[in-house]
């Protein structure tokens, strides 16, 4: 992708800031963050709804700023608005706004993690939800999911998810692009070739727990269960926290085992890598690391679903547990 002052960048939620910065600076995009909304994301429970209806005004005031920062681009006529993300409440209630108030832009979202590759949870009660209090209250409180046509493009990360909007969610082939080293350029160009350690694993912790897929618990005994496998396998493992842990030591070190926090290096010097359902193990594989999904019984996912989005699994009763 070429630089191009016709397009520019939406960062819909605050902790994507990060993410996108390398892609927004590498592009030349001309950027806007949505802010003071963070407090509003997390699950659709009944508290959470309710919470969402009580501050929608300060939806409604990120949007109003938002329109009077696009009006002040478009002396550089702008043609593309690429957004963050689609699939959460902050993103349906914008992107359904700014395509009614500017009809001339085309819309792009990007693929930022690893989608279940289904429908929504209890779909038809979202949309009455949705539809209740977009008619009482002007706001939509739940996103609508991946999936659904609320963008006039999207970037996927591969082939994958390109033919589950295609034949599952009828969008066209031309409205899907492919481009993975464009979603994550800030990994393609911090490779560094020939400096690979034989015998080095990273171990990618996620929050599952936090995710509602397990019970902290049971988090940790998966977490413990896997290091002990791989310290008994690999020369080093280097452990890499999720960031909603980075102040927390969950993991009981063993001899060769240490914590990391520079991910990049870790990568750049690493022969294996693995996790459970972390978006991770698909960017290891840019700088030629060989990855291994972990599923096991006590995460709460659908398994069948998930073994088709990673190429090599490992099964922790089988393979991890009291080897």
């Known amino acids: 992708m070429e630089k191009d002052n016709s397009r520019v960048f939406i960062v819909l939620e605050e902790h994507m800031q ?16 949505l802010v003071g909304l963070q407090h509003l994301l997390g699950g659709v429970s009944l508290s959470k709804i309710k ?57 792009v979202a ?20 949705n539809k209740t209090c977009k008619l009482c209250y002007g706001f939509y409180p739940i996103g609508t999911g991946f999936g659904t046509k609320i963008v006039d493009k999207y970037i996927v990360y591969n082939k994958l998810y390109k033919d589950f909007l295609v034949n599952e969610n ?33 171990f990618l912790l996620q929050c599952l727990s936090k995710a509602k897929l397990c019970t902290e618990k049971e988090e940790i005994y998966l977490i413990n269960g896997v290091t002990a496998y791989l310290s008994s396998k690999y020369n080093r493992v280097l452990i890499k926290e999720h960031p909603i842990h980075k102040d927390e030591k969950r993991v009981t070190l063993l001899e060769n085992c240490e914590y990391v926090d520079n991910l990049i290096e870790a990568f750049n010097i690493a022969t294996h890598a693995y996790s459970f359902t972390s978006t991770a193990l698909i960017e290891a594989e840019i700088f030629d690391i060989k990855s291994y999904s972990i599923n096991s019984n006590l995460i709460n996912i659908d398994q069948e679903k998930h073994d088709k989005i990673f190429e090599n699994i490992i099964s922790f009763e089988k393979e991890i547990e009291n080897k």
């Open 170 to 202: 009828n969008w066209k082939e031309e409205e899907v692009d492919i481009d993975f080293k464009f979603l994550k350029s800030h990994l393609y160009d911090k490779r560094i070739p020939n400096i690979k350690e034989e015998g080095t694993v990273v």
């Open 110 to 129: 990007l693929q930022h993690g690893i989608f279940d590759i289904s429908p929504p949870p209890k779909q038809g009660l979202r949309n009455i939800v």
């Open 18 to 33: 990060e993410r996108y910065a390398y892609i927004i600076d590498k592009y030349n995009f001309k950027s806007y963050n």
């Open 51 to 107: 919470q969402r209806i009580s501050s929608r005004g300060l939806l409604e005031t990120q949007y109003n700023n938002l329109v009077t920062w696009i009006n002040a681009q478009k002396e550089d006529k702008i043609t593309e608005i690429y957004l963050s993300n689609s699939e959460g409440f902050i993103a349906y209630n914008i992107i359904t706004r700014l395509k009614k108030d500017f009809p001339e832009f085309r819309l």
